[in-house]
């Protein structure tokens, strides 16, 4: 399991933005992707933006696109998300993860995992 800490978690309201991080550590040295993924009491765990390593480029589900942006400081090792216009159905446990195979970007089992963050939206 990776240990990455997460921050920037705190409620914000509706219509408003947040920027949640994720700090690496050296066992994910070797991922080709990293990733946000988000569980809401009740369901699934479902994927919100992730990141080839390799040449940077992001992925979004069609429900993030617009709203989400995923980057990555390779400097400080650090994964952050940017989320903007929260919605209420935003609410949920949001989870940092890493993978080292190549066809990372088209899974959702991802090998390294942070114990996540919970984003709260109140109107």
């Known amino acids: 399991l990776v240990e990455s800490v997460e921050s920037g978690g705190e409620p914000v309201q509706e219509g408003g933005s947040l920027r949640l991080s994720c700090a690496a550590s050296d066992d994910t040295h070797a991922s080709v992707c990293m990733a946000w993924f988000r569980q809401a009491p009740g369901k699934e765990r479902e994927g919100v933006a992730a990141?080839?390593?390799?040449?940077?480029?992001?992925f979004y589900p069609d429900p993030m696109k617009g709203r989400a942006s995923i980057s990555q400081d390779k400097s400080t090792n650090t994964l952050y998300l940017q989320l903007n216009d929260l919605k209420p159905e935003d609410s949920a446990m949001y989870y940092c993860?890493?993978?080292?195979?190549?066809?990372?970007?088209?899974?959702?089992?991802?090998?390294?995992w942070g114990h996540g963050t919970q984003v709260t939206v109140v109107t």
């Open positions: 990141i080839y390593l390799v040449d940077g480029r992001p």
């Open positions: 993860a890493a993978d080292p195979r190549a066809d990372c970007y088209s899974r959702n089992d991802f090998t390294y």
